[in-house]
């Protein structure tokens, strides 16, 4: 029987309800179980792809194309699995569902509610991946706080799974915020007994609480939690700041919440291997070394934009024996500010994806000053298709070199590819999921693979116009990396420059905790190289 484990979350958003999935997926994955996680968002949107990065954060795009929430990314970099579509649902999916069967007469004249229609939905989609029969253990994240009225389908969609399953088979834990009140010297307990009663009243008692909090809580507050909220006081986890994210899965091994769900699912205590990730971590708070690297983009003032990003860079850290420190630098500030300025002291420069003409021009000046001076560059996907357009005005001698999603004209070296002229919708309508890319022998990139052939994530719908080929490479360009049949430019090099690559694809989607993607190590090491020769 497959067990199912509810989490939630109260008090505040942002509580850290995808740590806690991905760290109690991995230390049950590390006992031998076969786990996964999904999530479950209460927006009405049918997939955040469309969303605005500001609001939602970096759009995580899985293998088979899924545009999914950023907490994925967590569940891929914690258990080193690849998540799908399956895993990552919303009300807007929910909601389309039963309307279109309602439409078919699916209902067969029903009058459509909430109850039973739109939980009965929510219920076959949890229930989807355990009924694949490739998993001992699902772990469901359920997106929002408790009160959120957005939330309450799938608040009651888990008391009916709870109810149905049973204890043996299903369990909820309650992550929660315990704040630390400064000026009184002490934690304050009631916001999580407010929560907990919140979800008693929507017919679901937990089973374990985890309490997020500044300092560690003792036991004799743990014990006031407990009496409190109606369950045990060994139950009760308290998860403190750490120093990075990858230490919580030992902190709540080392409090024996795994143990304890294993004794409440009534699965047997098998021995866990944690040696990997104890070094990770080692590693990751003990860097012999420091470098800082720039980050260049629009979108900067909410960094969870670029979370894929910050998380390969402490990645790739981890594997150089260095700390990545990042300089976030807005690219509208470059466009007319002091870019030697700006840019002193860093070790490397990496432009990111991103849509739209704004802060673009100080992209394009920020890439000259990396390839005239030497700095490690690293662009991805936007970042590539600027460096082509940088190197086509500055190198090929086409000063109005553009790409037709700023300005349409004869000189667009950066063209929508042919597949997407004419797509009116843009909702999941752009080049996504995992493709193949053929790297050409002796490049940046085959040192960094170690192989001619990979699959990357892409999420895009311009290219390099293949007009503008022969004119790159005559002056100097590198085509490091093509589709299979050659006619889609993926990665590009620059001759006689220490390294400097871009790539049409994100790379940092596929880094993890205990393997750093192949690029971002390379870029880091190059990076850490040109900071001791400076």
């Known amino acids: 029987m497959v067990k199912y484990l509810f989490i939630t979350g109260g008090v505040v958003s942002s509580i850290g309800k995808g740590i806690t999935a991905a760290s109690l997926g991995l230390l049950l994955k590390q006992r031998g179980y076969r786990v996964t996680i999904q999530k479950f968002d209460p ?4 997939d955040p792809g469309t969303m605005n990065p500001f609001q939602h954060g970096e759009v995580y795009v899985t293998e088979d194309g899924a545009e999914t929430d950023l907490d994925l990314g967590h569940y891929e970099r914690f258990l080193g699995l690849n998540m799908n579509r399956a895993n990552n649902t919303t009300t807007g999916q929910i909601y389309y569902d039963v309307i279109t069967r309602e439409r078919q007469g699916e209902y067969l004249g029903a009058t459509v509610q909430v109850i039973p229609h739109i939980t009965d939905e929510i219920k076959r989609r949890m229930s989807k991946l355990g009924e694949s029969g490739e998993y001992d253990i699902i772990i469901t994240e359920i997106g929002g706080t408790i009160g959120d009225i957005e939330s309450l389908p799938f608040i009651e969609a888990v008391r009916q799974m709870l109810h149905e399953l049973g204890k043996k088979n299903a369990m909820c834990i309650h992550v ?8 009184a010297g002490e934690v304050k307990t009631k916001p999580t007994q407010h929560s907990v009663k919140a979800l008693l009243e929507l017919g679901i008692q937990p089973d374990m609480l985890v309490c997020r909090s500044e300092r560690n809580l003792s036991m004799e507050i ?8 109606n369950v045990e006081p060994q139950a009760v986890f ?6 990075t994210i990858y230490e919580v899965p030992l ?13 409440k699912m009534r699965l047997p205590d098998t021995k866990i291997e944690l040696s990997q990730w104890k070094k990770f971590v080692a590693k990751v708070k003990n860097p012999g070394h420091s470098i800082e690297i720039a980050i260049t983009g629009k979108y900067i003032d909410y960094r969870d934009a670029y979370k894929s990003i910050m998380e390969a ?26 870019i030697t300025e700006m840019y002193e002291g860093v070790s490397g420069i990496l432009v990111p994806g991103g849509f739209g003409v704004r802060g673009i021009e100080g992209k394009i000046k920020t890439i000259n000053f990396a390839r005239k001076n030497n700095i490690p560059f690293f662009g991805i996907c936007l970042g590539m298709q600027l460096a082509v357009i940088e190197f086509a005005r500055n190198e090929c001698h086409i000063p109005k070199a553009n790409s037709s999603e700023f300005k349409k004209g ?19 309508s752009m080049r996504l999921g995992s493709y193949n890319c053929m790297i050409k022998e002796h490049s940046k990139a085959a040192e960094a693979y170690g192989l001619t052939s990979i699959w990357e994530r892409h999420r895009h719908r ?8 022969n004119a790159l490479t005559a002056n100097g360009m590198v085509i490091s990396g093509t589709s299979p049949d050659g006619l889609l430019v993926e990665m590009v090099e620059i001759k006689d420059h220490p390294w400097f690559v871009g790539v049409q694809f994100h790379p940092e989607l596929k880094s993890r905790a205990t393997k750093a993607h192949p690029l971002f190590r390379e870029f880091v090491k190059a990076a850490k190289i040109f900071s001791m020769t400076k």
């Open 43 to 46: 927006y009405i949107n049918v």
């Open 176 to 183: 929660t915020y315990v704040p630390y009140i400064t000026s």
């Open 222 to 229: 743990r014990s006031k939690i407990a009496s409190f909220c």
């Open 238 to 243: 308290s998860t403190q700041d750490c120093d």
């Open 251 to 263: 902190l709540l091994h080392q409090e024996k919440m795994d143990l304890l769900v294993l004794k």
């Open 313 to 338: 860079f402490i990645h790739a850290g981890a594997e150089n024996d260095v700390r990545v420190k990042i300089r976030w630098i807005n690219s509208e500030d470059c466009e007319s500010g002091d």
């Open 410 to 428: 004869a000189f667009s070296v950066i063209d929508l590819m042919p597949g997407q002229k004419g797509i009116k919708n843009m909702g999941g």
């Open 462 to 469: 311009y290219e390099v116009n293949n007009q503008f080929r």
